[in-house]
């Protein structure tokens, strides 16, 4: 290969790679996130009352989060997002207004 030539493979080498990695970090992430929260939710006993609960992505923030419907509370639907290792609980009631009084399915 002529020496002009290398500068121009290896960029475009180092660039399929950083393609190529960037949907496997998102996986991981998701992954991570995921089981950070159900691992809380199993301590605190919260699982059992669990009716619906989905994995989502906000793409304004770049954070995924996890959206959870309660048997003993269907009016709510609470949201659970990591963030600095902390977990932030959101609970909204059927009218899409974030709810803070009352709750029971709080992660901390």
């Known amino acids: 290969m002529k020496k002009e030539v290398r500068p121009f493979v290896f960029t475009l080498i180092v660039l399929v790679i950083l393609i190529a990695a960037y ?3 998102r996986i991981f992430s998701k992954l991570s996130i995921e089981s950070k929260i159900e691992k809380l939710l199993e301590q605190k006993d919260y699982d059992q009352d669990i009716t619906k609960k989905e994995m989502k992505y906000d793409s304004k923030t770049g954070r995924y989060f996890l959206e ?27 009218k899409n207004s974030e709810v803070t009084t009352g709750l029971k399915h709080i992660l901390k």
Do not use: F, G, H
């Not at 639907?77 to 959101?90: A, F, H, P, Q, R």
């Open 23 to 25: 949907p496997s970090y």
């Open 68 to 94: 959870v419907r309660y048997e003993n509370e269907p009016d709510y639907t609470y949201t659970y997002e990591v963030i600095d290792d902390k977990i932030l609980t959101i609970a909204y009631d059927q």
